[in-house]
């Protein structure tokens, strides 16, 4: 397992943008995903990437406004959030897969960051 530090949460107006960070010690053989919790709600997924890159999966919540993408050299996964609504506003977590294809069961995940917060104003 490898510890997870996500960054770049804050407070935006609806149709902003955010680009979320997660740095890890070493992750580029694994898939990573980003999670998402609101208040009062369960855990849901957003986001993940296969380890090379090659395949995508995204929440239908998500899909064509958010970005999910990685720098193995760096160790960091990103997240690009764009035209945020603020139904996106929660605790978003960084997850390193236990296999190296992209899955949405939160099962599939290993390690998980501390979360970053992301609150969208109306």
């Known amino acids: 397992q490898v510890q997870l530090v996500e960054s770049g949460g804050g407070l935006v107006q609806a149709g902003g943008s955010l680009r979320l960070s997660c740095a890890g010690r070493?992750?580029?053989?694994?898939?990573m995903g980003w999670f998402r919790q609101a208040p009062g709600k369960g855990r849901e997924f957003v986001a993940a990437?296969?380890?090379?890159?090659?395949?995508?999966a995204y929440a239908d919540s998500v899909k064509g406004r958010f970005t999910i993408s990685r720098d193995n050299a760096k160790n960091t996964v990103y997240l690009q959030m764009n035209k945020l609504k603020p139904d996106d506003t929660a605790v978003y977590y960084c997850?390193?897969?236990?296999?190296?294809?992209?899955?949405?069961?939160?099962?599939?995940?290993?390690?998980w960051g501390q979360g970053t917060q992301v609150t969208v104003s109306s």
């Open positions: 070493a992750f580029s053989t694994t898939a």
């Open positions: 990437l296969s380890w090379n890159a090659g395949s995508t």
């Open positions: 997850a390193e897969s236990r296999y190296g294809i992209a899955t949405m069961n939160d099962a599939d995940f290993r390690s």
